[in-house]
């Protein structure tokens, strides 16, 4: 169990730093090209992703206590 959960913390580190990264170099501007706009929103469904993955486990393994 400590073993997934801190898998679970990893993967969602990682995938907000990478849409910390995405942020912070994306420049300000009226308009966007696919690529960039696909870039940040495959950064963001990271992050939904892995916070969803957490609270499943949370849970599933908080409800034992």
């Given amino acids: ?18 849409l910390s ?15 960039e706009l696909r870039d940040l929103f495959t950064a963001a469904k990271e ?3 892995n916070v969803k993955r957490m609270h499943r486990f ?3 393994h908080g409800r034992r206590r």
């Fill in 1 to 18: 169990m400590r073993v997934e959960l801190q898998n679970i913390f990893l993967d969602l580190l990682t995938s907000a730093q990478k």
């Fill in 58 to 60: 949370l849970e599933r």
């Fill in 21 to 35: 990264y995405e942020l912070a170099t994306l420049d300000l501007k009226d308009s966007y090209t696919r690529e």
């Fill in 47 to 49: 992050v939904v992703a």
